[in-house]
């Protein structure tokens, strides 16, 4: 399926990881160029993202992209240039972590603070999410408001996590890292495609004129409230159904070959 003529979005969303750029993380050649000539036609290109704002921004400015993204699976709004925080949907995280602990109690526990800094258990580190990640006491962890708790077990590789907390009524978002199981819980409700909604309603755009570009789980929200949605090619059969078109190539590739087709 090909794209339709005169497609002419105001806003496109784009993911990063495994979308916008590969698991190398830097953004492929040519990406740059390609927003930039997007954008010179009025259209604003936003990374949405499950990265938090200090991953997200040197990305994003690498890419071309100066403005707005769409961080933490859609719990904050930013501007990547300069890098401040515009909205961010926070909640208390005790209970929520009490019951985690009694789940996983040899698992590390990580929440992000509504300034994209990460406080952990134990130290990690991991480049996709966060370039700030500090070990405290456990009890620090509730100590503000969060965005999103982080859970990381290296029993847990051969479970489903996300059927393991499915009763704690949180949106989750289940998969593995190498060796490590991660479990990722926000407010339920808040998803990529929320994110946009008030990222869109601060600037006077409607989903209509959206295109969002992704390959995962956490895209499937945003894929289905877009006004047109683009699916990577590596994507589950299941997130390529919902889309209303699959690009070719891989990361950062798919997305130049959707951006060229915008505006020839």
């Not at 819980?185 to 994110?195: E, F, R």
């Not at 969002?212 to 699916?231: C, F, Q, T």
């Not at 590596?234 to 087709?261: E, F, N, Q």
Request: aromatic share 4%; charged share 25%; proline share 5%.
């Amino acid at each position: 399926m090909s794209l339709p003529d005169g497609l002419r979005p105001r806003i496109i969303a784009v993911d990063l990881d495994g979308t916008l750029v590969p698991p190398s993380g830097d953004v492929p050649e040519g990406v740059a160029q390609a927003i930039e000539r997007v954008q010179t036609h009025g259209a604003i290109v936003v990374a949405a993202t499950g990265r938090s704002l200090s991953t997200t921004a040197y990305v994003a400015r690498d890419a071309g992209m100066h403005e707005f993204a769409v961080v933490s699976n859609g719990a904050m709004i930013v501007t990547v240039d300069p890098e401040s925080v515009i909205e961010a949907d926070t909640f208390d995280a005790g209970e929520l972590l009490a019951e985690l602990t009694e789940l996983f109690p040899d698992a590390t526990f990580a929440v992000e603070r509504d300034d994209g800094v990460f406080l952990s258990t134990r130290h990690f580190v991991d480049r996709g999410v966060s370039l700030d990640v500090r070990e405290v006491p456990y009890a620090e962890l509730t100590r503000d408001p969060v965005v999103r708790v982080i859970v990381r077990s290296e029993d847990h590789l051969d479970r489903d996590l996300g059927a393991l907390v499915a009763h704690l009524d949180m949106h989750s978002i289940a998969f593995g890292v190498t060796d490590v199981a991660w479990l990722d819980l926000g407010i339920k409700g808040v998803t990529k495609a929320t994110g946009l909604q008030k990222l869109c309603a601060r600037l006077g755009v409607g989903a209509d004129d959206v295109l969002a570009i992704g390959d995962a789980m956490n895209d499937i929200e945003m894929l289905r409230w877009a006004g047109y949605s683009v699916a990577m090619p590596h994507a589950r059969p299941d997130i390529k159904a919902i889309a209303d078109h699959v690009t070719d190539g891989g990361p950062g590739v798919g997305v130049i070959s959707v951006l060229d087709r915008l505006y020839r």
